[in-house]
């Protein structure tokens, strides 16, 4: 079992910064990939970023450029730096980690771009 807390998420400017962090424990040494996706109100969830145990990153095309995933194995948490928000980015973000066939998911964290 692998469990994830997120946190980080809030109310930002347009043109703003977030990070958004996730803590993974448990059984980490059975997880491939980490990830972030992101559920607009009337919308379905969708990759924004992940990245796999070699460490080579995936983005979703909207974000490419603005967002960066990085982790740190030390602390088992992963990253999503957020720069030039705009209010499309508005969601609930769920963190994510797939091994061995299973995909496990955080509970959610808010991030409201608004003027």
């Given at each position: ?57 995936n ?29 499309d ?27």
């Amino acid at each position: 079992q692998v469990q994830l807390v997120e946190s980080g998420g809030g109310l930002v400017q347009p043109g703003g910064s977030l990070r958004l962090s996730c803590a993974a424990s448990g059984t980490i040494g059975m997880i491939n990939t980490m990830g972030w996706y992101r559920q607009a109100p009337g919308k379905e969830r969708e990759l924004v970023a992940a990245i796999i145990s070699g460490g080579s990153t995936n983005y979703a095309d909207s974000v490419k450029g603005r967002f960066t995933i990085s982790r740190d194995n030390a602390k088992n948490t992963v990253y999503l730096q957020m720069n030039s928000l705009k209010p499309d980015d508005t969601a609930v973000y769920y963190c994510n980690a797939f091994g061995r066939g299973i995909n496990y998911w955080g509970k959610g964290t808010l991030v409201t771009v608004s003027s």
